[in-house]
C-alpha cells in the first residue's frame, strides 16, 4: 500500500468500511420510514457517500441519491468562512426526508448551511451524517457519524490537501498539521 511519506496512517482500509457498516446499521431505523433522498457534499465525502450508499442497501435501505457541491475551503487548510454553491441538487426535495452526507465535522458551518438550504428548499427533515467528527467540534447539528478524529489534518478516503491525496484508500493525517 502506497503511504506518502508526509501521511501517518490514521485508519486503515478494512477499518473504514467496518466503521463505515456500523454506522449504516445505526441509520437503518430511522432511515427505514418515509421517502429518503441521501444527499452528499461535493467534492470530499463522495467515497463516504458511496460507501454508505452500499451498506445501507446491505441492510435493505434502498434511498434516493443526488448531490450538491459546497465549498468554504478552496485550497486552503482552514475554512475562509463564506459558503459557496457551485452546483445545487438535481432532484426536488420539497416534501422529502434528507439524509446530508458529509466528509468532516469541524466547525459545523456546512451542515449548518446545508441543512438551512434544504428545509428553505421545503425539505421535511434532514439529518446529517458524517465519516469523522473532530474533537472540538459540538454535536450540535450533527446526527450521525462514523468516527471520532484526532485534531489533525485529515487526507485520504476523499480527503485532500489542496486537491492531493484524495484517493488514498485509507485516512490519514498530515504529519506536523
Known amino acids: 500500500m502506497f503511504v506518502p511519506a508526509n501521511v501517518d496512517v490514521l485508519l486503515t482500509e478494512d477499518e473504514v468500511h467496518a466503521r463505515i ?3 449504516a446499521a445505526g441509520l437503518v431505523p430511522r432511515l427505514s420510514q418515509g421517502e429518503w433522498t441521501g444527499v452528499v457534499v461535493l467534492l470530499g465525502a ?3 457517500a ?4 452500499r451498506a445501507l442497501s446491505r441492510h435493505g435501505i434502498d434511498i434516493g441519491f443526488d448531490a450538491i457541491w459546497l465549498q468554504s475551503y478552496a485550497d486552503a487548510r482552514e475554512s475562509s468562512g463564506r459558503m459557496q454553491v457551485h452546483a445545487d441538487v438535481a ?14 465535522f469541524d466547525s459545523g458551518k456546512t451542515i449548518a448551511f446545508a441543512r438551512t438550504h434544504f428545509i428553505q428548499k421545503g425539505a421535511r427533515e434532514v439529518l446529517t451524517c ?3 467528527r ?5 454535536i450540535e447539528g450533527l446526527d450521525a457519524w462514523a ?3 484526532p485534531p489533525r489534518y485529515l487526507v485520504g478516503y476523499g ?4 486537491g492531493a491525496m484524495r484517493g488514498l484508500p485509507f485516512v490519514g493525517a498530515i504529519k506536523g498539521a
Open 159 to 162: 480527503m485532500d490537501d489542496a
Open 147 to 149: 468516527w471520532e478524529a
Open 50 to 53: 458511496a460507501d454508505l450508499m
Open 46 to 48: 463522495t467515497p463516504f
Open 130 to 132: 458524517v465519516f469523522a
Open 91 to 104: 432532484r426536488p426535495v420539497e416534501g422529502r426526508s434528507i439524509l446530508l452526507i458529509d466528509d468532516v
Open 134 to 138: 473532530k474533537p472540538d467540534a459540538a
Open 21 to 23: 457498516d456500523s454506522l
